[in-house]
């Protein structure tokens, strides 16, 4: 049976409400370390455990009760300045509130939390007496050391072979340790009736494993290796919505209904035979008043899917704190913009590449403190996570008051590990230079760690930002820090596009890319390196044939150029003409989807159209034969109109 019976729906409430308040409660206490004597951050904490415990009292979660009834007390004593806040007082409670999460986790597949790491529950003890020592640091979960146990008398966490952690995400072998207190190289009977075995042994880890499986895959609702019930799912594609934007989509949907009714008994009096100048300025008025209310309809419907990029942004300072305490730093995470929204769909997936970007600017960013005192810095740092709208987009950027990034150490560290040629490196300009950080397998750290150095994690994060139709971009000063600039649609659902023809055809291109329409005057066109290009405000930039790109023959001297900009570079796309401004609803192509094509889309006229994936063309750009056949095309169409 269920550990919570007939409590699923009371347990899924519980984790949702206490999942976003101990996020709040992270964050507070990295406020609290900056401010140890804010009365009113000691008041809220401890409410927040305090609210936790009931929930998890209602649960029977005896486990999660005990922990978060130590960490109250603890507040307790704090508020009432019986106690004072220590870096090693702050670093017991951060683990205490990373127990409080691994029990979550336990709670969301249907099993009661095992108890805390007997270290972090002797230490709260320990804390609540004024006894805790300078330099003594919790250990939050068992360390995947050997399984030898160690030969001191004081009890140890059992070591935990790698091999113990389950498909499901559960580490099974110290769940069954964290139940029964066995310690490691015991010889113990893991299921009555069956043999005895040693704990070191690779096939024992199998048997507790299973034997502990077992107890899980008796439990309702669950799902096989993944360890997530039917009801996680469901949950996680979950929103939370205003109930005054509710009212606004039905009160929305109400004044449709009667517009439609006026034009049905239009329709009727013009079938009727009824067409005077009344009746077709009331059909005009009607259809007018319809395309509007259907406009602020899908305004409204967007709006529901729209949440506080605050809810993503309140981990980060918990995430910054650790890293630079690992490192030695001192760092403080600045958060600015928490109620801008944006999508839900959008906030899941920005989760990682924003962990990527704090990471590598707590890492490789800002300095260690006698460094920025060296330098005339102060000694603390700070890493600034910031979003805004701007028009029809959502910029986030993650700032830092760093080293900054030095565009020729760049280029040679990229010529170095193979990754672009010295030609290259001589062509490239400070900010094609700062996007070298985005290749995969660059890096610029000396010895690989658990932070960094392994040339992965930059790539994915410009995939990432790629994937939602977005772009990132870099500005850096050496000696004053680094900015990285993510630019985002509002939504998914809707993407702004321009319509470009070859000939008669048109394509829809990402309205994201574009900066500006030109026309391609066939003397102003010139050669370089064997490629047409075509000087921009000083700037040259390559022509790039849209019907090449297609493979489609090019019949005629493309008359205008589409000034686009992606991460990697600036270039003109030559076409025929274009058609204007459209807001597209991308349908996807998932049985059959060409090279090249990111779905289509119906225009106002009913016409289906293609929306390009220009990454994937601008690929085919990387083979030289294929950019040259297209500039050389270009220039003898020019060179013939001439």
């Avoid at 070591?159 to 769940?175: F, L, M, Q, T």
Wanted: with cysteine; charged share 25%; glycine share 8%.
């Amino acid at each position: 049976m269920s550990d919570f019976g007939g409590m699923e729906d009371l347990l899924q409430d519980f984790l949702i409400e206490a999942g976003d308040l101990l996020s709040g409660v992270d964050n507070k206490l990295v406020d609290l370390e900056r401010a140890p004597n804010d009365k009113g951050l000691l008041n809220d904490i401890f409410r927040g455990f305090h609210t936790i415990k009931g929930g998890a009292g209602f649960l029977n979660a005896t486990e999660l009760v005990t922990l978060c009834h130590l960490t109250e007390n603890l507040f307790d004593k704090l508020r009432n300045g019986e106690l004072s806040i220590t870096p090693e007082a702050m670093d017991v409670i951060l683990a205490a509130t990373g127990a409080v999460r691994d029990m979550f986790g336990y709670l969301e597949r249907g099993i009661q939390p095992a108890p805390a790491d007997h270290q972090i529950i002797a230490q709260l003890k320990l804390a609540l007496a004024g006894e805790l020592k300078a330099g003594a640091v919790p250990v939050a979960a068992p360390a995947p050391v050997a399984a030898k146990p160690a030969a001191a008398p004081a009890p140890q966490v059992a070591p935990v072979a790698a091999s113990a952690v389950g498909e499901d995400g559960i580490d099974w072998n110290a769940y069954y340790f964290a139940v029964t207190g066995v310690q490691p190289g015991a010889v113990v009977s893991v299921v009555p009736g069956e043999p005895e075995v040693h704990l070191e042994d690779a096939k024992a880890q199998e048997i507790i494993q299973a034997a502990i499986g077992r107890r899980a895959t008796d439990k309702p609702g669950y799902s096989g290796p993944t360890g997530r019930r039917t009801e996680e799912r469901q949950r996680d594609n979950s929103i939370r919505v205003d109930t005054s934007r509710l009212d606004q989509v039905l009160n929305l949907s109400g004044e449709i209904g009667l517009t439609k009714n006026r034009l049905n008994a239009l329709r009727s009096d013009i079938l009727n035979g009824k067409n005077d100048t009344d009746t077709l300025h009331a059909l005009d008025v009607a259809v007018s008043q319809l395309d509007l209310l259907v406009s602020d309809l899908q305004n409204a419907v967007m709006k529901t899917r729209m949440q506080p990029i605050g809810r993503l942004f309140q981990k980060y300072p918990r995430i910054a704190r650790d890293l630079a305490r690992s490192l030695g730093k001192d760092v403080e995470l600045v958060l600015e913009g928490e109620e801008t929204e944006i999508d839900k769909t959008m906030i899941e997936d920005l989760s990682d590449p924003i962990i990527h970007l704090i990471r590598n600017a707590v890492d490789h960013g800002v300095e260690l403190p006698h460094e920025r005192l060296a330098a005339g810095k102060p000694d603390k740092s700070f890493v600034r996570l910031e979003a805004r709208q701007e028009g029809d987009h959502i910029l986030i950027l993650v700032a830092e008051d760093g080293r900054g990034m030095n565009a020729e150490k760049l280029r040679a560290r990229a010529v170095e590990k193979g990754l672009i040629s010295d030609e290259e490196a001589n062509t490239m300009d400070e900010r094609q230079s700062f996007n070298l950080i985005f290749l995969p397998g660059f890096s610029t750290a000396a010895q690989v760690s658990d932070v960094s150095g392994r040339g992965v994690g930059m790539d994915v994060v410009r995939t990432n930002i790629q994937k939602l139709n977005g772009t990132i971009d870099i500005k850096s000063e050496l000696g004053k820090g680094t900015t990285f600039i993510i630019s985002l649609p509002l939504t998914l659902a809707i993407l702004p596009v321009l319509l470009v023809c070859l000939e008669d055809q048109p394509f829809a291109v990402p309205l994201s890319m574009v900066r500006e329409i030109l026309p391609i005057v066939p003397n102003e066109v010139q050669e370089l390196g064997g490629r047409a290009t075509l000087v921009v405000r000083g700037e040259v930039l390559p022509i790039v044939s849209l019907a090449s790109l297609l493979g489609w023959p090019q019949n005629q001297v493309p008359e205008y150029g589409v000034l686009m900009q992606t991460a990697e570079q600036s270039f003109v796309l030559a076409i025929d003409s274009f058609a204007g401004r459209e807001d597209a609803v991308i349908k996807s192509l998932d049985d059959f989807r060409p090279k090249g094509v990111a779905g289509v889309t119906t225009l106002s006229n009913g016409q289906i159209v293609l929306i390009l994936d220009m990454k994937e063309l601008l690929a085919a750009m990387g083979d030289q034969k294929v950019a040259t056949r297209s500039a050389l095309l270009l220039e003898d169409r020019v060179a013939q109109a001439a």
